[in-house]
């Protein structure tokens, strides 16, 4: 079942994230939610704040920004993550243009470290501990920081954030095109 991305302004988009257990209700109908979610908006990863959950688990597919670019040395990389803990970033500091399927129509260069090493659990609840470059590692770091409550545009320059200001009170209140389900919080 697709559901609704949650949209820019609500609440739960600034909530620190819950760890779960494996007994978590229903998880694999979840997970199949959010990845035909996924799809259905042409993301590349997905958290459960963006579905309306306070829960720590998010997911990446990395295949449409490799299909891209068919130079990358990178590999595909499809994964969930939960209850995810990046212990280690880095590398020289790259911006890279980012977007967001809860904050439509803004993208932006923003800066991260080019490698993370992060401990997380499988959906299977199997524990994890991996080392993430280039591409991966940044949609992984888009991910998890939505399970901490932090989006995107919190890491633009003070000038940027004035500029995109207007766009981002025109999606709280719904003023936004998109091709796929959004729930608006006014």
Not at 15 to 33: E, G
Not at 37 to 59: C, D, E, R
Request: proline residues 4%.
């Amino acid at each position: 079942m697709i559901l609704p991305i949650i949209a820019f302004g609500a609440p739960i988009l600034r909530k620190q994230c819950v760890n779960i257990t494996a007994d978590y209700p229903d998880l694999d109908y979840l997970l199949a939610n959010m990845w035909e979610t996924m799809y259905a908006a042409s993301g590349v990863g997905l958290a459960a704040p963006q579905i309306n959950k306070a829960i720590s688990l998010f997911m990446i597919d990395t295949k449409p920004f490799l299909d891209d670019d068919e130079d990358s040395e990178e590999q595909v990389v499809k994964k969930v993550f939960i209850n995810a803990n990046i212990i280690e970033e880095k590398g020289v500091d790259w911006a890279f243009n980012e977007g967001c399927l809860s904050i439509p129509e803004i993208r932006e260069d923003i800066i991260r470290k080019p490698s993370i090493t992060i401990e997380y659990f499988d959906e299977f609840f199997n524990k994890h501990t991996d080392v993430f470059d280039g591409l991966t590692a940044r949609v992984i770091q888009h991910e998890y920081d939505h399970v901490n409550g932090i989006l995107f545009t919190d890491k633009i320059s003070t000038l940027r954030k004035r500029m995109v200001k207007g766009k981002l009170i025109d999606i709280k209140k719904g003023k936004v095109s998109v091709n796929y389900k959004m729930r608006f919080f006014k």
